[in-house]
């Protein structure tokens, strides 16, 4: 369970506040100094609200929406409203980010989010293996298409050797060697047919090929998330608050990214990770909850998610399973009651093939505006702390 221990009952917005009005009381600080804190603090209270409300509103999903496609797309889209928030509160505070400690938090993030790039392209890995579903799903659907004619064995020996391939498809789990690896490229390269493996920029190993046979998401996850630990009140006060934000968009980025290996076919996927966030922040409650409803999600699947917990992908499993059963049982001539069972079963096959036709697409091009947008936030970020003299 992730841990919700806090030092105290108050938030850690007071001890924020608490922290610099100590520092105020310093004959040393003038009025423009106090000034410029109590805009800062204003700037930090809001981005905490904010990412809240962000929360709550994912929190609001019901059992049906949790996890759907449309879902993880306002997730993504949530995420990339805080990193440009985030961004901003960067930007704003160049002189006392380059300074000890928080270079060495604001490090610790870059080194998260470079982490981060692997699973933008493994996540792109799984939305291709699911088209190649979608394939075998469309092949069933042209064979058992029976609205202006009368169906013959040989359309369904074709649905069942289609949804033969598809059950072998989504049961292998080890497929680190196939295609998927080899032929996509990362986000940050895919514009230039020309490119050659060579030619990549010294940004992360994440902006050449696709992910490596011994990849693992399990474990990627688990070396992001090391040391991912709520700031102490000494670094909050020697950062005058910006410890916080770091840790919170720190958090934020862990839990899209487990949400993705959850939801996404990836290679190893695992959800073994745990969060510390303390119920006293603004979006620890909201946070905790769809982390706790996902683990539970996950819990009722059988085979442990081993194709992902997306809603989609439950649909195809549970649709693909009746229609085999289905095809299995058909004895010839057909009667009008197992044709109206199939015309039922393609319905449903039907309905899941478009949802993937109009939202794949989509999907995809956002977590590929995630990938920009975290290698962005970085670069500007590295460029902050190269320069250590720069002052606000």
């Not at 310093?26 to 423009?32: C, I, L, R």
């Not at 059992?63 to 901003?88: N, P, T, Y």
Request: hydrophobic letters at 35%; aromatic letters at 6%.
């Amino acid at each position: 369970m992730p841990s919700t221990d806090n030092s105290g009952s108050s938030s850690p917005l007071a001890s924020i506040g608490r922290s610099i009005r100590n520092r105020r009381r310093e004959p040393s600080h003038s009025a423009e100094v106090n000034h410029e804190h109590s805009a800062l603090d204003s700037e930090l209270e809001s981005f905490q609200n904010q990412v809240a409300e962000r929360f709550q509103n994912l929190s609001a999903a019901n059992a049906d929406e949790l996890l759907s496609i449309s879902w993880i797309q306002k997730l993504l889209h949530m995420f990339i409203g805080c990193l440009e928030d985030f961004r901003v509160i960067l930007l704003k505070n160049k002189g006392q980010t380059s300074k000890s400690p928080l270079d060495r938090l604001a490090d610790d993030f870059f080194e998260r989010s470079v982490k981060a790039l692997d699973i933008c392209n493994a996540t792109r890995d799984g939305i291709e293996k699911i088209r190649l579903w979608q394939k075998h799903l469309e092949i069933v659907l042209s064979a058992l298409e029976c609205r202006h004619k009368s169906l013959s064995e040989g359309q369904f020996r074709r649905a069942r050797k289609a949804l033969m391939d598809l059950a072998l498809m989504m049961l292998d789990e080890r497929d680190s060697g196939s295609v998927f690896s080899h032929r996509n490229r990362s986000f940050g390269r895919h514009h230039s047919k020309k490119d050659n493996p060579q030619h990549s920029s010294g940004h992360s190993r994440s902006l050449s090929w696709s992910v490596s046979n011994s990849w693992s998401a399990a474990k990627q996850l688990q070396s992001i998330s090391n040391n991912l630990l709520p700031p102490r009140a000494n670094e909050i006060a020697a950062t005058n608050g910006l410890a916080i934000p770091i840790f919170t968009v720190s958090s934020v980025l862990m839990f899209v990214l487990w949400t993705l290996v959850a939801a996404i076919p990836c290679q190893d996927r695992g959800l073994n990770v745990h969060f510390s966030v303390p119920r006293n922040f603004p979006w620890g409650t909201p946070f905790l909850s769809l982390y706790n409803r996902i683990l539970e999600e996950s819990k009722k699947r059988e085979n442990r998610n081993a194709n992902g917990l997306l809603k989609e992908i439950c649909q195809v499993e549970r649709c693909a399973r009746h229609m085999t059963d289905l095809v299995d049982s058909i004895q010839f001539p057909l009667a009008e009651e197992q044709r109206m069972e199939v015309e039922q079963g393609v319905q449903e096959l039907a309905m899941v093939c478009e949802t993937f036709r109009k939202e794949l697409d989509p999907l995809e091009r956002q977590i590929r505006e995630v990938f920009r947008k975290i290698m962005n936030c970085r670069t500007e970020g590295l460029d902050i702390l190269s320069k250590p003299n720069d002052t606000e």
